[in-house]
């Protein structure tokens, strides 16, 4: 039997007052808020040059023409839009429910020093999970076998799963450091958690 995914869409409009916005911006929308996004870019371009990415993802990593001066995000929560302001470097303005709102440097120091801290638990860790996904576009088998290959001072082992789930972690007690491999921003969600990109090699 095949599953059907149909997105759900926001019917709320947005009045905020987007006057703070550069004037060239990308704008950027979780899938729910599709149609609400292609609206507000016909509004906008009247006034502002927009870079369209689309839509966000939480593994997004996106390349931005150097015009680009920030980027407004539509949707709910902070989670996309910290992840943007790390990969960026650009200011990032959430719209939700009609207030405008800028991801603040304290919420972008509070999560690189989360990763140094994770960093240094890794590096005093004896034992290490590996974090394979096996999701179209995450899988990363090659690079998990070459990791556990180059690490020779650390017990490793290689954990594989469609949906990885932090909550698990708790029945790997002897497991004190996981290097992911699938999805950059699961760090995001745990302090024991550091992308395999983090390791020096």
């Known amino acids: 039997m095949k599953t059907l995914f149909i997105p759900a869409y926001k019917k709320t409009e947005f009045n905020a007052d987007l006057s703070k916005l550069p004037k060239n911006i990308a704008v950027a929308y979780s899938i729910q808020y599709k149609e609400l996004a292609e609206n507000l870019i016909k509004k906008l371009s009247k006034t502002h040059t927009i870079y369209n990415m689309g839509q966000v993802l939480g593994c997004s990593s996106p390349k931005l023409s150097k015009s680009v001066k920030a980027i407004l995000l539509i949707g709910n ?30 919420e972008i120091e509070h999560l690189e020093q989360k990763r140094k801290s994770a960093y240094v638990n890794f590096l005093n860790s004896d034992k290490i999970g590996i974090l394979i996904s096996t999701k179209p576009g995450q899988q990363n088998m090659k690079t998990a076998i070459n990791i556990k290959k180059a690490i020779k001072n650390k017990k490793s082992y290689l954990f594989i799963a469609n949906e990885i789930n932090v909550n698990e972690f708790e029945n790997f007690n002897e497991i004190q450091s996981w290097v992911n491999t699938a999805c950059p921003r699961m760090d995001m969600n745990s302090n024991k958690i550091i992308n395999y990109k983090q390791i020096k090699n």
């Open 77 to 106: 929560g902070r989670f996309h839009a910290i992840n943007l302001a790390l990969s960026t470097k650009l200011p990032i303005y959430i719209l939700e429910e009609n207030k405008l709102s800028l991801i603040s440097k304290q």
